[in-house]
């Protein structure tokens, strides 16, 4: 018998093997797998349900990310009531019309030094050829609640 595995492919420009997706990758995919199948569970009370299992994930975030996440899901709620807050990819996300708008990383998600708030392309966020998607947060200041608060309300638009 002849062994037909391949030997993993090298990349040009680093000389390194590329062995596939990360543990943390392969689980951010495994958790939002669940989060489909449980959205195609759910009955009339599926905002409230969702909600809970932000927040349920935010608990289980470690005290800085926690923190940063529970602020900034109450910015969303007051700046965005009409954004529904949802799972996604096992990480706090808030969509509208069952599209994520924007999003928030724990930075111990994937062992980042920083965590990160972030906007999909159906966030209104369009400024001429070039804009930023995401921003990185070490620390919520009273300018950053702010900004935040801005940047959601015209996503959310």
């Known amino acids: 018998m ?12 680093t ?4 062995e596939g997706f ?15 199948k ?3 569970r759910r009955g009339p009370s599926a905002k409230a349900d969702e909600e809970s299992e932000v927040l349920a994930k935010i608990a289980e975030l470690p005290p800085p990310d926690r923190a940063m996440a529970e602020r900034i899901h109450a910015i969303v ?12 990819y096992g990480m706090p996300a808030y969509a509208k019309g069952g599209k994520v708008v924007c999003f ?3 930075a111990q998600k994937f062992n980042s030094r920083y ?6 392309d159906t966030a209104k966020l369009d400024d001429g050829t070039m804009w930023p998607t995401a921003f990185a947060l070490t620390k919520l200041t009273t300018a950053a609640q702010a900004r935040i608060a801005e940047l ?6």
């Open 2 to 13: 002849s062994d037909t595995r391949k030997a993993a492919k090298k990349t040009a420009a």
């Open 15 to 18: 000389d390194k093997t590329y």
């Open 22 to 36: 990360t543990d943390d990758e392969r689980a951010a995919m495994k958790e939002r797998a669940k989060e489909l």
């Open 38 to 40: 449980a959205a195609g």
């Open 77 to 88: 709620k007051a700046s965005a009531p009409d954004l529904i807050p949802k799972l996604w």
């Open 104 to 106: 928030f990383q724990s």
């Open 115 to 120: 965590a990160t708030f972030g906007f999909n």
């Open 152 to 157: 959601v309300r015209k996503a959310a638009s």
